[in-house]
């Protein structure tokens, strides 16, 4: 009988690894491709039809790390041991695709790394934890920011004259794979988030559509503070009980952090 080589037998494998990732691929994108299809990527606000976000979801909870030849013991999932390492990027973003309708892209996260308190302009974002725990906070405005004394009703001041918005919690949790994607909409399902790595961890993005300076989708950085913060009195509470608050936070508009930097794999 005659025998397969030691190195052929490796070479074989690894091809059909890619074949495998490029078949995974090819469904998530030509997925993508249908559920953006008849969103025009200049008309704020588009969200795809439920059945077409179930459609896509169900995609992204098949995906597994595998899938996409990643595992948390590659290097860009090690926390920076020395002072110089932890001058370069913490987080890679491997960019799989972007068009003007859609974009496809997987954030690495070495332990402790963070992607800080961010928007996501007129977008539908899927997130899919592929491997690892990370922690979540996220948040939607009161109000939609039309008026600067923009009021609920209630009557109580939702956006104040110095620029800094009344957000409400829509999530604060430690979430471990596996971990069914999430969506998150333009002004629902926690449009503003933060990332917090528990340990190294894989997110695979899409976003709908993606960030675009010409067509006013700016990435925006906030910093949040606790709602008694900017709190004048008991007058001024929107929510109806003490407690409640912290199911509520200030939002003020900042640079984009100085620290935060984020890389293509090496």
């Known amino acids: 009988m005659k025998t397969v080589p030691k190195k052929a037998k490796s070479k074989s494998k690894k091809q059909k690894k890619k074949r495998e990732m490029a078949n995974v691929v090819q469904e998530l994108y030509q997925t993508c491709s249908e559920v953006f299809a008849d969103g025009d990527h200049q008309i704020s606000g588009y969200i795809p ?3 077409d976000i179930e459609r896509l979801k169900s995609v992204l909870d098949r995906m597994k ?3 996409l030849n990643l595992s948390p013991n590659m290097p860009m999932f090690r926390r920076r041991s020395t002072a110089q390492e ?17 974009s496809i892209g997987i954030f690495c996260l070495p332990p402790s790394a963070v992607i800080p308190l961010h928007n996501h302009p007129n977008m539908t974002v899927f997130s899919k934890l592929l491997f690892g725990a990370l922690r979540i906070k996220s948040y ?13 009703n209630s009557g109580e001041i939702t956006h104040r004259q110095d620029g800094i918005r009344l957000a409400k919690v829509h999530m604060d949790s430690d979430v471990t794979s596996p971990y069914n994607a999430s969506v998150l909409f333009p002004a629902a399902g926690g449009n503003m988030h933060c990332f917090t790595a528990l340990t190294a961890c ?52 900042i640079e984009k ?8 794999p090496s």
């Open 49 to 51: 039809p439920t059945p």
């Open 202 to 253: 894989a997110i695979l993005d899409v976003l709908g559509p993606p960030y675009s300076e010409s067509e006013g989708r700016h990435c925006t950085y906030f910093q949040d503070f606790p709602y008694d913060k900017f709190s004048g009195g008991a007058e001024e509470l929107v929510p109806t009980e003490e407690e409640d608050t912290k199911k509520y936070a200030w939002l003020q508009e």
């Open 65 to 67: 790390p595998e899938d």
């Open 257 to 264: 952090p100085e620290d935060y930097t984020v890389g293509e």
């Open 86 to 102: 932890a001058s370069h990027h913490q987080i890679t973003y491997i960019e799989l695709l972007e068009c003007d309708q859609f």
């Open 140 to 152: 939607d405005w009161v109000d939609d920011g039309t008026s600067s004394t923009s009021k609920i």
